[in-house]
């Protein structure tokens, strides 16, 4: 929900910028933008991995137990 959001916040501000040719504040945003889904995505995707052996077959059922590994 996070990293939509931010999509959602960022993309009229840098559209604005488009508009404007700020093409140096606009690769700025975007790294910036980068740096923080991938501090945000990075935990939450190593922890779901940490959790799969349990998660997996109450979700999605003991057929699914290939996809653990």
């Known amino acids: 929900t996070i990293v939509v959001a931010l999509g959602t916040v960022t993309l009229p501000k840098i559209s604005?910028?488009?508009?404007?040719?700020?093409?140096?504040?606009?690769?700025?945003y975007i790294k910036k933008?980068?740096?923080?889904?991938?501090?945000i995505a990075s935990p939450i995707a190593l922890g779901l991995i940490s959790i799969?052996?349990?998660?997996i077959?109450?979700?999605?059922?003991?057929?699914?137990?290939?996809?653990?590994?």
Do not use: H, Q, T
């Not at 604005?16 to 700025?28: D, H, Q, T």
């Not at 799969?52 to 998660?55: E, F, I, M, P, S």
């Open 52 to 55: 799969a052996d349990y998660l």
């Open 33 to 39: 933008s980068m740096s923080f889904v991938i501090f």
């Open 57 to 69: 077959p109450i979700i999605l059922g003991d057929g699914f137990n290939k996809s653990i590994i």
């Open 16 to 28: 604005n910028m488009v508009a404007n040719n700020e093409y140096s504040r606009i690769n700025l």
